[in-house]
């Protein structure tokens, strides 16, 4: 299985760039790409942002649907999997979970897509359960 590992900011990238190995071992690929920050889910679905600002939820929608237009045409040679880690900050996890499935859900994407949230601070959510992030990772 194929990772495309999607974070809000290049500290996140460097602590993932640490932890995924531990995770998944060597049976998986992956890759991590960081972004200039959160923003918010767009409201029409379309990015209004200049994509050169590299924020992630406003270009997700169309992240998404890139990696669906992608991998879909390699769905018989490799299973793959998006993974996006935000923090949460003030926001209610459940709402915007919801948000997050209802944007995947509305650009018919195929691909597996998981939304992981640290509730505090990307940090804190990699020094909550040490024992955790050292189990290998199972598909």
């Known amino acids: 299985?194929?990772?495309?590992?999607?974070?809000?900011?290049?500290?996140?990238?460097?602590?993932?760039?640490?932890?995924?190995?531990?995770?998944?071992?060597?049976?998986?690929?992956?890759?991590?790409?960081?972004?200039?920050?959160?923003?918010?889910?767009?409201?029409?679905?379309?990015?209004?942002?200049?994509?050169?600002?590299?924020?992630?939820?406003?270009?997700?929608?169309?992240?998404?649907?890139?990696?669906?237009?992608?991998?879909?045409?390699?769905?018989?040679s490799m299973e793959v999997a998006v993974i996006v880690v935000c923090d949460l900050d003030d926001r209610c996890q459940k709402k915007f979970r919801e948000e997050l499935y209802e944007m995947r859900n509305s650009i018919f994407l195929k691909l597996e897509t998981l939304f992981c949230f640290a509730i505090e601070e990307g940090e804190a959510w990699l020094l909550g359960d040490i024992k955790a992030g050292k189990q290998p990772f199972r598909t």
């Open 1 to 76: 299985m194929h990772l495309e590992i999607l974070v809000e900011d290049k500290s996140g990238k460097k602590m993932l760039e640490k932890m995924v190995p531990m995770i998944i071992g060597e049976d998986h690929s992956y890759r991590i790409v960081s972004y200039k920050g959160l923003g918010r889910i767009p409201k029409n679905m379309k990015s209004g942002t200049d994509a050169n600002k590299r924020i992630l939820l406003d270009r997700l929608p169309k992240i998404l649907s890139g990696y669906g237009k992608t991998y879909n045409k390699q769905a018989h």
